[in-house]
């Protein structure tokens, strides 16, 4: 099956810096990318949508401006927690969707961030 | 929108016993059923799916049936082992995607 890598696998930040984290789909070319946020014992919370070339679709109660998405090619998404706080330590999982929609949609490993 | 449900939130079966999970969907123009696997700090992986078309799915001891006029589908998991413990996500597709609220499934040796 295609591929997703995601990177960092996890990282430790100070409160008030930023983190960026990479999502790349390996051996196909992703039309669009989800960013997704995983509490413990909780399922997957969708957080924003990225198209190729044009700006991402936030999900109701997602700050724009504090989770950027930067999807800059067909294999490259990022996303950037601005001025993390320790309530924005979580896993963050990204998903690559291929040409045929939903039904090719592959998940990465996660990023585990926490905020000290 | 589309509303999932899962049941059960946990499930323990002793080794060699079969193991259900069930989920339920509202949208009628979901017409894509995938389930993942996810184990403890790793992101989800595709197990199985079904599509609307079809009913019935197997793949060595994992299945996957689908009730369209009823709105609910289900995973099976026969013989099963140790490594089949995780959480399993069930996940309903049309225009978007949505996910069930997982499945915490044990099995005991």
């Known amino acids: 099956g295609a591929v997703v890598s995601q990177h960092p696998s996890w990282v430790i930040c100070k409160s008030g810096t930023s983190v960026k984290i990479e999502c790349r789909s390996l051996?196909?070319?992703?039309?669009?990318m989800f960013w997704y946020r995983q509490f413990p014992k909780q399922s997957l919370m969708l957080m924003a949508t990225?198209?190729?070339?044009?700006?991402?679709?936030?999900e109701q109660g997602v700050e724009k401006d504090k989770f950027l998405i930067n999807h800059a090619s067909l294999t490259l998404s990022t996303l950037t927690v601005t001025s993390a706080h320790p309530e924005d330590s979580s896993f963050y999982i990204c998903s690559a969707e291929g040409r045929q929609g939903a039904s090719e949609q592959y998940f990465g490993p996660g990023t585990r961030l926490t905020v000290t | 929108g589309e509303n999932v449900e899962q049941h059960p939130s946990t499930l323990s079966v002793q080794e060699g016993d079969s193991a259900v999970i069930k989920c339920t969907y509202s949208d009628s123009a979901s017409n894509y059923f995938p389930w993942y696997k996810q184990e403890l700090g790793k992101g989800p992986q595709l197990i199985i799916d079904i599509r609307s078309n079809v009913g019935e799915k197997k793949d060595q001891r994992i299945a996957v049936t689908l009730n369209k006029t009823a709105k609910h589908f289900s995973l099976h998991i026969t013989e099963t082992q140790p490594e089949d413990s995780a959480v399993y996500f069930c996940a309903a597709a049309g225009n978007q995607f949505y996910f069930g609220t997982g499945t915490s499934l044990t099995v005991i040796p």
């Open positions: 990225s198209n190729e070339g044009s700006k991402a679709t936030y």
């Open positions: 051996d196909f070319q992703a039309t669009t």
